[in-house]
């Protein structure tokens, strides 16, 4: 833990109420929220004491509910484990602040006391992913999203849902501000994934005109860190882990398709100054830094020093060629932008796969 995050950390444990466990607190009403002001940013002063995070086993759920606890707020983490694992939080299960239950949100969601905010992102996310589970990332991205908007409606607490850059699909817009509204084949195999976060939008948005939900959409571009998972099939898991075992990498096509990738605490910044704020979004949040995956794949070949030989194989149906998000809004209406430099966020994250004992039996 950052000096920083230990210091917020024992200002609110200070503040919160004296209970057992946070399932059963006996806790009185919520401090008021200030007044929404959806121009400015407004993470750090809006006050979440009781968050749920669906999905919060995953990858980027872990790092949230990390930084939740940090924070000063309880977290309920709620996961099926599709994809995640309890060994991305099995670190935080010593906090009585945090509370990890089994459940798959697309048969139902339920939370015994209040919760001030819901962080939707339980989903498959990986392309391998959901192409080993087409049927379950339609569900969640429809009956989880269902759930998880009537367990906010229940409670009147903030929702947020974890959107993706990948509703702009393979874009006919460079850079992808929030207006554009993508280039998705629903019928190829990444469609599964597209259509379900764009389904996933329209019943934020129904539910926040129809129930006046207080709701936001981030729409989060590539994001790397510890805990990805070696063998899920994502670029930079896949080359760092070649290349610290000596194998090729496997670029698809030329490699000239562009990715625009961004360290995982600058996302989790990004969704909690959101989530803070009262903006509506769809919100980019994502490092405009781009590169071709070729040039990723050298970059990530450098850093580790590997001699390890760069393959092409073929390229994915319906592969993006481009990829960059238009921050324009998350700078202005949140005051937040990437802070962690691509050179600092591949060592730290190489550094860290290299100390995985699984390292060397992903495949
Ligand atoms: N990582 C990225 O670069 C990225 C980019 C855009 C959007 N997102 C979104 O962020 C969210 C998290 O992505 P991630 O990279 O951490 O993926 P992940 O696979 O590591 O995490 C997803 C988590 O959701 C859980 N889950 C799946 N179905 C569930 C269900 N029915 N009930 C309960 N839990 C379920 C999985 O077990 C897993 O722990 C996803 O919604 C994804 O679409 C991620």
């Known amino acids: 833990m950052t000096p920083e995050a230990a210091r917020a950390r024992s200002h609110h444990e200070v503040r919160r109420p004296p209970h057992s466990h946070p399932l059963d607190s006996g806790r009185g009403a919520p401090d008021p929220l200030p007044a929404g002001d959806a121009s400015v940013a407004t993470g750090p002063e809006r006050d979440f004491r009781r968050v749920v995070v669906t999905g919060g086993a995953g990858f980027?759920?872990?790092?949230?509910?990390?930084?939740?606890?940090?924070?000063?707020?309880?977290?309920?983490?709620?996961?099926?484990?599709?994809?995640?694992?309890p060994a991305n939080v099995a670190h935080l299960m010593p906090d009585?602040?945090?509370?990890?239950?089994?459940?798959?949100?697309?048969?139902?969601?339920?939370v015994p006391g209040e919760v001030d905010l819901?962080?939707?992102?339980?989903?498959?996310?990986?392309?391998?992913?959901?192409?080993?589970?087409p049927i379950d990332t339609l569900k969640v991205g429809s009956l989880g999203t269902l759930h998880a908007l009537g367990l906010a409606a229940e409670k009147r607490a903030r929702f947020v849902l974890a959107s993706t850059s990948e509703v702009y699909g393979d874009p006919l817009v460079h850079p992808q501000p929030e207006e554009y509204w993508?280039?998705?084949?629903?019928?190829?195999?990444?469609?599964?994934?597209?259509?379900?976060?764009?389904?996933?939008?329209?019943?934020?948005?129904?539910?926040?005109?129809?129930?006046?939900l207080d709701t936001a959409i981030v729409r989060i571009f590539n994001t790397y860190g510890p805990r990805m998972r070696p063998n899920d099939g994502r670029a930079i898991p896949a080359f760092v882990c070649a290349a610290l075992r000596g194998e090729p990498l496997r670029v698809h096509g030329d490699g000239s398709q562009t990715r625009s990738i961004c360290h995982v605490d600058d996302t989790v910044s990004g969704v909690l100054a959101l989530a803070g704020s009262s903006h509506m979004g769809p919100?980019?949040?994502?490092?405009?830094?781009?590169?071709?995956?070729?040039?990723?794949?050298?970059?990530i070949l450098e850093l580790t020093e590997s001699q390890a030989e760069i393959a092409f194989v073929e390229r994915p149906v319906d592969d993006p060629t481009t990829r960059r998000p238009d921050i324009t809004r998350?700078?202005?209406?949140?005051?937040?932008?990437?802070?962690?430099?691509?050179r600092d966020g591949l060592r730290a994250t190489i550094e860290w796969f290299a100390a995985q004992p699984e390292l060397h039996d992903a495949a």
């Open 330 to 342: 998350a700078r202005t209406v949140l005051g937040w932008e990437p802070r962690v430099d691509w």
């Open 182 to 212: 993508g280039n998705v084949n629903p019928i190829g195999p990444r469609g599964v994934y597209d259509e379900a976060k764009r389904f996933s939008e329209a019943l934020v948005m129904a539910y926040r005109q129809a129930r006046e």
């Open 60 to 85: 980027l759920g872990s790092h949230l509910c990390e930084r939740l606890l940090a924070r000063g707020s309880e977290v309920v983490c709620l996961d099926n484990f599709l994809t995640g694992t």
């Open 96 to 110: 009585p602040a945090f509370r990890l239950t089994r459940c798959d949100v697309t048969e139902f969601v339920h």
């Open 118 to 133: 819901v962080l939707h992102f339980a989903s498959p996310a990986s392309p391998l992913d959901y192409l080993e589970y």
């Open 283 to 299: 919100m980019n949040i994502g490092n405009p830094n781009e590169m071709s995956v070729l040039d990723l794949a050298r970059r």
